[in-house]
């Protein structure tokens, strides 16, 4: 018994590998593409259609591009050829027929076209929607009177009034896209978009999900638009960049499904995935000026469970070489505290402390006695920043106060008197 399971074994090994080899085999037994060629074309270049095909001539400096001939992949060449012929007005474009002909191990490929004339727009018409709309709407659609006639650029209006609408409010929109070609008009086309334009819509319930470890205000102080008032789609857009440029979300998506058209309202679920809470990072870098450096840096996104950002960064500079007295060269450490959502406004608090430890030598020629002196700082400031438009415009202010303590020797008090007082304040205020 054993001895017919094993050999039953031996024979399934042996067929397999006979179904492999013969499988890799079918790949080596398709013929190479020789050439080309297109005919009936006087638009577009042969080298222009043929660079819109998957399938290609085989040349011998580029031994490594596949030119096998697969008779699936011609028919989505052919499928891409009309479609340009089509984005560029020609309507009437098809493929007349095509020949696949081997010759010495080769395939040579003819295309045969017929090209008609091209249609451009002659009239943009859109309808339903008031004189003020109409013509903001009227500038952001790509068809416009002159151009090649694109069903696809229609079709891409059509979706771009909607969202152009939705930024409005006008969450019910219905926009029905369609072209005429009236004989009277040789070669040219009326098109026109119907809008229903609907009720605006607003806000009724908001709600947070996918967070875990930060509260539901993380959340809601991103999002702009509040219960009750009209929901508009690039206000969504907004919190939706608001929420990932604040750092605590890998991913965050709004959902809209709940539209609700007796009462002209709607549910939005603002879905979030969280990014860590804490974070530990650390450095060692060497360099001419600083030469060793060590840094390291621990912070927290929800500190003291209250959704803001809190870190303590720390750098130290080592002089390995002697030129100043001590092993460090310079020091910093800083703590900085992050608010969004400043008070409830859209302004964005950073509170901030700072230490600065800096001894300086100033290298002088012999026998000149080196100036040296030590700086220590510490520092406490407050930045404040809002953005506006479309977030990429910002306006922001900087307090900083600053106290100094100065440890000199003689040569250097003499070079800078400022060095001759023990400690002074500074102060800056920026915008």
């Given at each position: 018994?054993?001895?017919?399971?094993?050999?039953?074994?031996?024979?399934?090994?042996v067929t397999g590998c006979g179904h492999a080899e013969n499988s890799l085999l079918l790949l080596d037994k398709l013929p190479d593409v020789k050439s080309i060629h297109i005919h009936g074309n006087s638009a577009f270049s042969e080298g222009t259609l043929k660079g819109l095909m998957v399938l290609?001539?085989?040349?011998?400096?580029?031994?490594?591009?596949?030119?096998?001939?697969?008779?699936a992949q011609l028919t989505t060449d052919l499928g891409a050829i009309t479609t340009f012929y089509y984005r560029h007005g020609y309507l009437r474009a098809q493929v007349l027929n095509y020949t696949v002909r081997e010759t010495k191990g080769k395939v040579v490929i003819d295309i045969t076209l017929s090209e008609g004339e091209?249609?451009?727009?002659?009239?943009?018409?859109?309808?339903?929607?008031?004189?003020?709309?109409?013509?903001?709407?009227?500038?952001?659609?790509?068809?416009k009177?002159?151009?090649?006639?694109?069903?696809?650029?229609?079709?891409?209006?059509?979706?771009?009034?909607?969202?152009?609408?939705?930024?409005?409010?006008?969450?019910?929109t219905k926009v029905n896209a369609g072209a005429q070609y009236p004989e009277t008009l040789k070669d040219q086309a009326l098109v026109f978009y119907d809008i229903t334009l609907g009720h605006r819509v607003k806000l009724h319930d908001l709600t947070v999900s996918g967070n875990v470890r930060l509260n539901d205000h993380a959340v809601r102080r991103e999002i702009s638009t509040k219960e009750g008032e009209i929901l508009e789609l690039k206000e969504l857009s907004k919190s939706q960049t608001r929420l990932l440029e604040s750092g605590y979300f890998y991913d965050a998506r709004w959902d809209t499904t709940g539209l609700d058209s007796v009462n002209h309202q709607v549910d939005v679920d603002f879905n979030v995935r969280e990014r860590p809470v804490h974070w530990l990072e650390g450095g060692v870098g060497l360099s001419s000026t600083s030469q060793l450096r060590l840094s390291g840096e621990w912070g927290t996104r929800n500190f003291f469970r209250t959704?803001?950002?809190?870190?303590?960064?720390?750098?130290?500079?080592?002089?390995?070489?002697?030129?100043?007295?001590?092993?460090?060269?310079?020091?910093?450490?800083?703590?900085?505290?992050?608010?969004?959502?400043?008070?409830?406004?859209?302004?964005?608090?950073?509170?901030?402390?700072?230490?600065?430890?800096?001894?300086?030598?100033?290298?002088?020629?012999?026998?000149?006695?080196?100036?040296?002196?030590?700086?220590?700082?510490?520092?406490?400031?407050?930045?404040?920043?809002?953005?506006?438009?479309?977030?990429?415009?910002?306006?922001?202010?900087?307090?900083?106060?600053?106290?100094?303590?100065?440890?000199?020797?003689?040569?250097?008090?003499?070079?800078?008197?400022q060095l001759a007082r023990e400690t002074y304040t500074q102060r800056l205020v920026s915008g």
């Open positions: 018994m054993k001895r017919r399971i094993a050999l039953a074994t031996v024979l399934l090994l290609a001539e085989g040349k011998w400096w580029n031994p490594f591009k596949d030119h096998k001939y697969r008779e091209p249609f451009t727009v002659k009239e943009v018409d859109i309808r339903g929607v008031p004189a003020d709309l109409h013509k903001e709407l009227e500038k952001e659609i790509g068809l009177p002159g151009v090649p006639m694109d069903p696809y650029q229609m079709t891409a209006d059509r979706a771009l009034l909607i969202n152009l609408l939705a930024d409005k409010g006008y969450w019910e959704g803001t950002r809190f870190a303590i960064n720390s750098r130290t500079d080592f002089d390995i070489a002697g030129r100043v007295p001590g092993a460090i060269d310079e020091h910093r450490t800083d703590l900085v505290w992050n608010l969004r959502g400043l008070f409830g406004t859209p302004w964005e608090g950073q509170p901030n402390a700072f230490y600065r430890y800096d001894p300086q030598v100033t290298v002088v020629p012999p026998p000149l006695i080196p100036p040296s002196y030590t700086q220590q700082f510490i520092g406490i400031g407050f930045n404040a920043r809002r953005k506006f438009g479309d977030l990429r415009n910002q306006l922001v202010f900087s307090l900083e106060n600053q106290w100094v303590w100065n440890q000199a020797d003689s040569a250097a008090e003499a070079a800078d008197p």
